[in-house]
């Protein structure tokens, strides 16, 4: 028994170690990064957690907060979040409790600006891929779900708002034909609200990462039709 519990500790031990190496390596190349464009780097700033999205939802907190000018002249703020899950344990087979599990969850967001075209920004619409099994897709959906009527759509993605017309508009059959049709979209959401759309991504923040997202931000306001003229940082 002392055995066993000494090989779990420095299994512990050792997976903290290379944990933390990987962290400090990649926030190395985040700041490398950042300050070939420019852009600045702070370990981490609570202030983010204001950006409303789906992670933010969860509680989440901020690691690896960078800030700067994209290449289309528009404000950006991106960074890691990480929020906890915890799942209640099955029963084992004595019928008493197996215990309660938990996992961190951890999404690259990456959070830019529109130009509002309604009095007050845009009312909140936000598409994220649906993960659970198809064929219960119409049960437990959101209050604020809509549902497009293409099936193809309906059955991958949660299109959630509190205006439907608005939805409607902002994410017509062109939009959703191209969702349906771009793999980026199957592992990426976005929330447009106000005059800023952010979008997030299951996985860490890396150099490679934060470009693809800005180019899918840039393509996503021009689908959207909430390109307009480009703003000053």
């Given at each position: 028994m002392a055995l066993s519990v000494v090989i779990?500790?420095?299994?512990?031990v050792a997976l903290g170690l290379v944990g933390f190496l990987r962290r400090r390596r990649r926030?190395?190349?985040?700041?490398?990064w950042a300050m070939r464009e420019g852009w600045t780097f702070v370990g981490s700033d609570p202030s983010v957690r204001a950006i409303g999205c789906g992670p933010a939802e969860h509680g989440a907190t901020e690691r690896h907060v960078l800030r700067g000018t994209a290449r289309d002249g528009r404000p950006?703020?991106?960074?890691?979040s990480r929020y906890t899950v915890r799942r209640s344990g099955t029963p084992d087979a004595d019928g008493g409790g197996g215990g309660d599990t938990t996992s961190t969850v951890v999404h690259a967001?990456?959070?830019t600006a529109v130009s509002p075209s309604v009095p007050g920004g845009h009312p909140m619409v936000q598409v994220s891929p649906y993960r659970?099994?198809?064929?219960?897709?119409g049960l437990g959906r959101d209050r604020r779900a809509v549902v497009t009527g293409r099936r193809d759509f309906d059955d991958r993605?949660?299109?959630l708002t509190e205006?439907?017309?608005w939805a409607a508009?902002?994410?017509g059959s062109d939009v959703v034909a191209w969702l349906v049709s771009d793999p980026r979209m199957r592992s990426t959401s976005f929330r447009l609200h106000g005059d800023g759309i952010v979008l997030w991504r299951r996985g860490d923040l890396t150099p490679p990462t934060l470009e693809s997202m800005l180019d899918l931000a840039s393509e996503l306001r021009t689908r959207l039709g909430q390109d307009g003229a480009r703003l000053a940082a």
């Open positions: 779990a500790l420095v299994v512990i926030a190395r190349e985040l700041l490398d950006v703020t991106a960074f890691e967001v990456v959070a659970g099994v198809r064929f219960l897709r993605f949660d299109l205006h439907p017309g508009v902002t994410v």
